[in-house]
């Protein structure tokens, strides 16, 4: 049983603790990559550009990586293909299995489509690469509607990381319908953050500005419909009275998890990186030229202007995906403390 620090009105036993959390972060930001990737890919024509190419790597990385996370947190983890052996379709985690299996697969797909004329030059890749093009190709021959098919999936499982909390039990703050939004849009923000970040630092040179200030302009829409989900997600269990207003009191006032979130879901995740948005972010369009060209040792003001705007993109991706994934931690926790 874990520990939770900090008091709080009610204690009742942790079955999901921080390894959970991590996951539903981890899955909810490889939908958000992938379904950014594919906007970018869509805005662009077909073109391959840098945050296209991170946000292809970021979708099967981080999902295989949560998949590592939740088959550890199983109770006989040496038996989790068993899992994929035996079906329960009135379940919510068998059906969670059967969304993991088909989207890991797409998104292992996606990333050979994105990446094949890379991959098809490194040495170490080429040669057990190479003899799978044809048949890349003949997937990447479907055209869109295979992007349609990877989109869905990518949404699916950002939303399915909402609906698997209620497999816990009939806990308010787990069982709310405006859930499984919320972790989808809070799962694409970390997506579009965690994309820039990696475009901007792996392939600074190949980064469009177009498709830069697209998914920044994206993460500051995002931002606030978070928040007001955050605000429907709580004023309904207020209105609902009882019992539910009372857990609602409490998540939000008493304990550690109350700092949790108002310091650091609402500050940090969301209301700094807004003050950057409407302050810093905004001029980083205009300097994306100087952003992919600096080079060691340059100390023009030119330089120096780029340099920042490069830092205020990052740290802006950073607090973003701080902010998610302390939402994570906080819905998991609370709503198993208040209840």
């Known amino acids: 049983m874990d520990q939770i620090w900090g008091s709080v009105a009610q204690y009742t036993e942790i079955q999901w603790g921080w390894p959970i959390a991590v996951y539903l972060f981890i899955a909810g930001m490889s939908g958000g990559a992938m379904i950014a990737a594919l906007l970018l890919k869509w805005k662009s024509g077909g073109s391959y550009d840098g945050l296209v190419k991170a946000g292809a790597i970021l979708a099967p990385t981080a999902i295989i990586i949560g998949l590592g996370l939740l088959i550890v947190d199983l109770s006989k983890p040496l038996s989790f293909w068993l899992l994929m052996l035996h079906y329960q379709l009135n379940s919510v985690m068998s059906i969670g299995v059967i969304l993991l299996m088909v989207y890991s697969g797409l998104a292992v797909l996606f990333a050979a489509i994105v990446l094949k004329d890379d991959l098809c030059d490194y040495g170490w890749a080429k040669w057990w690469f190479k003899p799978l093009v044809p048949v890349i190709e003949w997937f990447e021959g479907w055209g869109?509607?295979?992007?349609?098919?990877?989109?869905?999936?990518?949404?699916?499982?950002?939303?399915?990381?909402?609906?698997?909390?209620?497999?816990?039990?009939?806990?308010?703050?787990?069982?709310?319908?405006?859930?499984?939004?919320?972790?989808?849009?809070?799962?694409?923000s970390a997506g579009v953050a965690a994309s820039i970040a990696v475009g901007i630092t792996v392939y600074r040179d190949s980064v469009g500005q177009s498709n830069l200030q697209y998914l920044l302009s994206l993460d500051t829409k995002l931002i606030p419909a978070e928040l007001f989900t955050l605000f429907l997600m709580f004023g309904g269990l207020l209105n609902m009275g009882g019992q539910y207003a009372i857990v609602a009191k409490q998540a939000l006032s008493v304990g550690i998890w109350a700092q949790v979130f108002w310091i650091g879901v609402v500050g940090v995740g969301l209301v700094v990186p807004m003050i950057l948005a409407?302050?810093?972010?905004?001029?980083?369009?205009?300097?994306?030229?100087?952003?992919?060209?600096?080079?060691?040792?340059?100390?023009?003001?030119?330089?120096?202007t780029s340099q920042l705007s490069l830092s205020a993109v990052l740290i802006n991706s950073a607090l973003v995906l701080t902010g998610v994934l302390l939402l994570r931690c906080y819905i998991v926790y609370a709503g198993q403390i208040f209840c």
Do not use: D
């Not at 699916?156 to 499984?180: C, D, R």
């Not at 001029?283 to 120096?304: D, F, H, I, R, Y």
């Open 278 to 304: 409407f302050t810093s972010l905004h001029k980083t369009g205009a300097s994306m030229g100087n952003l992919v060209s600096l080079t060691a040792g340059q100390g023009s003001a030119e330089t120096v």
């Open 144 to 188: 869109r509607l295979l992007e349609w098919g990877m989109c869905l999936f990518a949404v699916s499982i950002a939303v399915y990381t909402g609906f698997l909390l209620s497999a816990i039990g009939a806990k308010p703050l787990l069982n709310m319908p405006v859930l499984p939004l919320l972790f989808l849009i809070s799962g694409m």
